[in-house]
Each structure stands twice: as C-alpha cells, then as structure tokens.
C-alpha cells in the first residue's frame, strides 16, 4: 500500500505529459473533411492560390508562376490536389527549401484558414516557431490599409494609365504620418535598365514576370510625388481585423513569389484586386477583367461596392504645388524666387528684404521648392544644387512668420468619379457631298475632349482607338482606321517651367479625305505621326503648336513610302464643366516618296449630357492634292 501511495506522485506527473502531447493527426481523415466541405472550391482557397477560369471556361490555373509556391506536382491546376498536398505538408513539417523554413511558417494564411475551416486548434497544423514571420508581422504592425491610385504619367509606358498599389499604416504611427508606413507594390520585374519600345513590347507580350515588393511607403510617394511629378490619391479600405490580417499573412506568402505579368491585363490593379480578394473573397473582383484593367477603371469599380472604401485624401505632386504657390506670387515676386534659386538674388537684396514678411518667406519657399524640383529632373549638379538648397532654407528660417499660401486645392472630381475608359461612338459623316455611318470603339483610356474631370490636365492617351465607316457608294462598312497608340502630353510653360510638349500617332489610316496622293487608291496604310511642341495657359484654356514629321508606308504608294514634315498649332478650352472645345490648323507636306500634302482646319466641341454620356461634333475644311472641301462629324460618345 505504502508502495503505491509513494509512485503516485509520478504517475500523475507522466500522466500530465502524456496530455500534454498534441494528439497525432489523422492526415487521410482531414483530407477527407476538407472534400466533404469542398474546400477546394471555396472562393477563399481559391483566392489563395490565385485561380482563375481558363479562357476557354473547361478548368482553372494560378497566375501564379513560381514551382515552390505549389505543393502538388498537380497544384497550378488542380485546387484539390493542391489542398490535399498543402495539408499534408503541414502534418508532416514539410521543410520548403528556397524559402528555408517549414511550409507552416511559409504559407502562415493557407495554415489559417484550414486551422478555421476544420474546427482545429490553433497550433494543430505547426506554426508555433515562426520567429521570421512574428518580427516581419511586428515591424508592419498593420492598423488600416488603403488603396493608392498615382496619376497617369505618359511619359512611361509602364505609368501611361496611371498605377496603383497598397499601403500599410501601422498602429503605432502617429497621426498624419502616413509616410512611415509602407507600401504594397506590384510591377515588372523588369530591371533598371528596361526602356523604351523593347519594354513596352515585352510588357504587353508576357516577356517578364511580376512580382509584389514591400517598401517604405515615403520612397514611392518621393518617386511619384517629387520625382515624377504625379499627384497621388489615397483610398482607405474599410477591411475588418480580420480581413486586415488575413490579407498581411497573405503578403508574408507572396515574398519572392512570381506571376505571369501583362501590361493591359495581369498587371498592379488586377493582382491588388487579386489581393482584395483574399481580405474579403465575396467581392470577386477579378473576373471582372479578363481582358484588360486599366487602374482608373478598378478605383471606380472598387469604389462602387458598398462598405469597401471610405473617403479619398488627395496628396498634390511638388510640381503642382510649386504651380499652384507661383499663380499666388506676382510677376516681380516670381522673378525673384528663380533668381534666388539661380543663385542670381543674393539673400540680403533690397528687392527681397523690403518685402513684407510673409511675402519674402513665401518668395524663398518657392525659390527653394523650385530648385528641389530642378534637382530631382536634372540631377547633374546635385552638391552644388542641395548645397543652396539648405541656404535658402537657412534664410527663410529666420524669418518668423508664416507665408500667406493657401493649401493647394482637391480637385471637384476624384479620379473614382471620372467617366469610364471604354468609349463607343456612332456619329453621322458628311464628306465631299455624301453623307455616311460611322462608328469607333476605343478600348482605353482619354482624350483631350472627354470630360476632363478625374484625369490628368492636358494629357490624352488613345490606345486601340478603331474606326469603322460606311462607303456611300456601296453601303458596306470598312475599317477606315485603327489607332494603335496616341498620345498628346501638353504641359505648360510660364516664368518657372519650361517643359517640352509631345505627340506620337501610330496604327492604320486612310485620310479624313478622300485621297492625299493625286492618283493614288485611298489603301489602309501604316503611319507613325508626331514630334515635340510647346503649350501656354492654364486647366481652363491652352494654346500650343506643334512641330510635325510624318511616316506612311502603303503598297499604293510610289516607291511605297511618303515622308512628310509640317506644323500644327490650336487652341483648347474648358468654358464649362460641361463642354470642351478645340480649334486646330495645321499642314504636312511630303517631302520623300511619292507626292502629296494635307492641310486643315477643325473646330471640335464636347457637350456633356451625363458623365457617361457625350455629344461631340467636328467641322472642318481639308485640302489635299486631289480635292479640298469641308467634313462635318456628328455623334454621341457613350462610356462604358
């Protein structure tokens, strides 16, 4: 009996460690709960892997390209299959070699969502040593996460449509430092020295892969703000605790992950949709875009569905608050700052110490924000430059009153608002006496008279713009051009900036007129059109002129080829937020190839009737080799 009494103390303690162990899983029964679920089929699974329909509709694929990332042979294909071999590999501690630790450590929103659905304990599947995963989770320390729409910038291909991405604020930022957070980005991984036709080509064709990256959300807002001169627009998500976190556990799994990348289709805003997903798998959202995702288009969508995304805040570029701050100063005020940028005005001018306080600071703010602004377009005298930069700095430290500027003003249309990139056009076409049916259809994305509200001023990117027209004197319907790339970039100049404009036309083309080249067949034929100009004014009215060469290659042509140079000059002009106007003249004369030459002269005018909704009209002479007379367009812009 004493013997007894005496083991008991230790039979209790082994008892204990016995309970203490975690009972050993039953991996076939798991697997077996999860198919009597379907959890393969759940939206969730799915959006994890990043399925989505083959274009044919017989199956799925992940657009995900990395082997590591799947489990199962089968696993790109096969939802189940990838299920199965994701539990198994969670069972028996599956170590993934290019990541260097367990697959419960890598795939931490797979293993949570699982743990959820089978009715698990927390710890059940591993994941109780994670140390890289909880001090990456501690540094974001997500609180909010909102959607970041930089504006388009034609000068990059990569950014002609403007960008979106993610950014994380962390809980324990202080108010209104939204630039410690970091940013969820989705690009190309193309390197630093991809440029140019053969990164635009390789962009739409597949040649590179994606890949997500998380940086320093003050590094993006410097490259798109103060670099690229690109105002940004911040969408708050209204994501729960946990869709938050289960969106972050998801990014955790994306790291060194690679996509298939297209420019117009699977790029950042169809992969952040991608990730929206994840949070919150009922929006499906993606299946929206199968062909193309121009990121205005997903900002309005995502926009449209009630309870994601709260109010925008609007985050100015350096240029458009140096624009905005100069319109303040006077013509005299303006002089000085440059020349105190320049280095011309010294700090102790009569003309800069007799101003009123508020003035001379408010003239040194624009001097140096204006010698920034040069630094970051032109860094080759950077030393010298942010030397004089902390000068003017010093100077207007000691001056102990505010400057009089006004904060820069939101926009009236944020960019969610703005009218949809699609646009179908039918119109009737008088020309040379007859009267003809015209229809376009313009995939993407803005022309200078569209409703200019939400898009950037002066900017005016067609892409894929076809045009089909009846010929009066058979009834039938022809392709009477196709714009394959149009881009007109009009920036301002004034005391401060001197940008240069541009213009580049591309695709197929017949004339406006009947013909161009005296005996020549009016053929479809490949053009290449543009060249450099100059634009003066402001958002409501511009004035520019343009130098103009110009390339035609047709087989009715003799030798089969026309060069031409020319010049063109217009005005534009916003009267009301309702109409847009323009009047253009211009001339090309072929020089090369055979002979020819084109004159005009058009007034073109938008009426609004709704924001998806336009009447425009053009009337126009034209003069060619062959006839001259005048052309009439009218019809309704529909956007979709």
């Known amino acids: 009996m004493m013997r007894w009494a005496a083991l008991a103390p230790l039979l209790v303690f082994v008892c204990g460690l ?29 959006a ?30 096969d939802p189940a299959a990838e299920l199965d071999a994701t539990l198994a590999a969670f069972v028996q501690g599956r170590h993934i070699e290019d990541r260097d630790r367990s697959a419960a450590c890598t795939f931490i929103a797979r293993r949570r969502f699982l743990v959820e659905r089978l009715g698990l304990a927390d710890d059940a599947l591993g994941g109780q040593d994670c140390e890289k995963y909880e001090r990456w989770r501690e540094a974001l320390a997500p609180r909010q996460i909102s959607l970041i729409f930089p504006t388009a910038f034609p000068n990059s291909p990569s950014s002609m449509f403007g960008h979106t991405l993610l950014r994380i604020d962390s809980s324990r930022r202080a108010r209104n430092t939204e630039l410690l957070s970091y940013a969820v980005n989705f690009a190309a991984a193309a390197g630093d020295d991809a440029q140019g036709l053969s ?22 807002v410097k490259q798109y703000a103060w670099i690229e001169h690109r105002d940004v627009w911040a969408y708050p998500l209204e994501l729960s605790d946990t869709e938050t976190d289960r969106l972050v556990d998801h990014l955790w799994e994306m790291d060194g992950v690679r996509f298939a990348y297209f420019f117009l289709s699977k790029n950042c805003s169809y ?4 990730l929206l997903e994840v949070a ?36 100015p570029s350096l240029e458009t608050t140096l624009r905005w701050q100069a319109d303040q100063l006077s013509a005299d005020q303006r002089a000085l700052a440059r020349g105190v940028a320049a280095d011309d005005v010294a700090f102790d001018d009569s003309r800069l110490t007799e101003l009123e306080p508020d ?15 040069r630094l970051q377009s032109d860094p080759a005298n950077a030393p010298a430059d942010q030397a004089h930069a902390n000068a003017i700095l010093l100077a207007r430290s000691r001056i102990a009153r505010p400057s009089s500027f006004a904060p820069v003003s939101t926009p009236k249309t944020s960019p969610d608002q703005a009218h949809r990139t699609l646009r179908v056009a039918a119109s009737t076409v008088y020309e ?14 803005h022309d200078l008279l569209d409703d200019p509200g939400g898009y950037t001023d002066g900017a005016q990117i067609n892409f894929l713009d076809l045009g089909l027209r009846t010929d009066p004197s058979d009834g039938e319907l022809r392709i009477d051009d196709l714009t394959v790339l149009n881009i007109v970039s009009l920036s301002p100049r004034n005391d401060l900036f001197k940008p240069v404009s541009f213009q580049i036309d591309t695709g197929l083309r017949r004339r406006p007129s009947a013909n161009v080249f005296d005996g020549v067949d009016n053929n479809l034929g490949y053009y290449l059109q543009g060249g450099p100009g100059l634009a003066w004014g402001s958002d409501k009215a511009l004035a520019y002129v343009f130098g103009l060469g110009s390339v035609d290659a047709n087989s009715a042509l003799s030798p089969g080829y026309a060069l031409g140079a020319g010049a063109s000059a217009g005005v534009l002009a916003y009267p009301t937020r309702r109409l847009q106007l323009k009047a253009e003249t211009g001339a090309l004369e072929y020089v090369a190839g055979d002979d020819g030459y084109y004159r005009w002269a058009k007034l073109t005018q938008q009426f609004n009737l709704t924001n998806d909704l336009g009447l425009r009209s053009e009337f126009g002479w034209e003069n060619t080799a062959v006839d001259s007379g005048l052309r009439a367009t009218i019809g309704l812009q529909a956007y979709f």
């Open 18 to 46: 016995v309970q203490a162990q975690p009972a050993t899983l039953d991996l076939a029964a798991l697997q077996a709960r999860a198919a009597e679920q379907n959890l393969a089929a759940s939206a969730q699974w799915q």
């Open 271 to 274: 992969q952040l949709l991608s």
């Open 359 to 373: 003035a001379h600071a408010a003239v040194l703010e624009v001097a140096h924000d204006y010698l920034y602004y």
């Open 48 to 77: 994890l892997m990043h399925y989505e329909p083959d274009w044919h509709g017989s199956g799925l694929h992940s657009t995900v390209v990395t082997d590591w990332f799947f489990l199962s042979p089968e696993g790109r294909r």
């Open 432 to 445: 040379a006496g007859d009267l003809s049916f015209g229809l376009r259809i313009r995939p993407a994305y």
């Open 199 to 220: 990164f635009a080509w390789k962009g739409l064709t597949g040649g590179y892969a994606g890949i997500f990256g998380l940086f320093p959300y003050y590094e993006k």
């Open 280 to 315: 919150r798998p009922e929006l499906e959202l993606t299946e929206q875009y199968d062909w193309y995702a121009i990121p205005a288009d997903t900002i309005r969508t995502d926009r449209g569905l009630p309870g994601l995304m709260g109010t925008p805040r609007f985050r």
